[in-house]
């Protein structure tokens, strides 16, 4: 199983980035994926799932309404679509791979860094 | 939304010794649903445990879980020099299902 990452940098308060997680080794379309963060010397916060097809999805409230999670099953990639950005977004973003039909996380990615920075 | 507290914040040892890391959720964990996942610098978590006392696959035995309810402990029977790291309970669900909490975080310390 590999997932990897991609799309993250520096990016002004109020600005937009897309980040993409690109998996392989496993069927991806039989699988939720999840989003997890880590700022700077933090925990880990979760951010975001999407079913299997897409059809349904769930956000932590800090990013509800700014972030929008999607995927493409035919690519076998995730994405999370980040807008309205904030210095408290600057974190590690890891693609999350979950298993058993539960929110228990298996396989992660490297990781992708967002700055949100003047 | 259920709160995780984990305790103490942090921890300092000698190889050799045994480590107990607390986990303490706002209210009863369903089904046990609590997980134990590691955290070495610069790297992602891995999972350890799952179900409150299953060990992941490739997990060492010296690694254990147990707890039910709202009270769990993560138990590291002999530490090894690669088991420093930080340590993060989480309680999960089904997926998707709506956001799932992580606790705060034991940073687990060499003396």
């Known amino acids: 199983v590999h997932l990897v990452e991609s799309g993250g940098g520096l990016v002004q308060p109020g600005g937009s980035l897309r980040l993409s997680c690109s998996a392989s080794?496993?069927?991806?379309?039989?699988?939720?994926m999840h989003w997890v963060r880590q700022a700077p010397g933090k925990g880990l916060q979760y951010v975001s799932v999407i079913s299997k097809d897409g059809g349904s999805t769930y956000y932590a409230d800090s990013v509800k309404g700014r972030f929008t999670i999607s995927r493409d099953n035919s690519r076998n990639t995730l994405y999370l679509q980040m807008s309205s950005l904030r210095a408290e977004d600057t974190a590690v973003y890891y693609c999350?791979?979950?298993?058993?039909?539960?929110?228990?996380?298996?396989?992660w990615g490297q990781g992708s860094l967002v700055t949100v920075s003047s | 939304e259920i709160v995780l507290t984990q305790s103490p914040g942090s921890l300092s040892l000698s190889p050799g010794e045994r480590a107990a890391l607390s986990c303490r959720a706002s209210?009863?964990?369903?089904?046990?649903?609590l997980a134990w996942y590691q955290q070495k610098p610069g790297q992602a978590p891995r999972l350890l445990i799952y179900?409150?006392?299953s060990r992941a696959t490739g997990i060492p035995d010296r690694f254990s879980g147990s707890g039910s309810g709202t009270d769990f402990t993560l138990t590291i029977s002999r530490l090894e020099p690669e088991d420093f790291a930080v340590y993060y309970c989480q309680q999960y669900g089904p997926s998707p299902g709506g956001v799932y909490t992580f606790g705060q975080g034991t940073k687990l310390e060499i003396k």
């Open positions: 179900g409150a006392s």
């Open positions: 080794g496993f069927t991806f379309d039989t699988h939720a």
């Open positions: 209210q009863s964990v369903s089904s046990n649903y």
């Open positions: 999350v791979k979950d298993c058993m039909g539960v929110t228990l996380f298996d396989y």
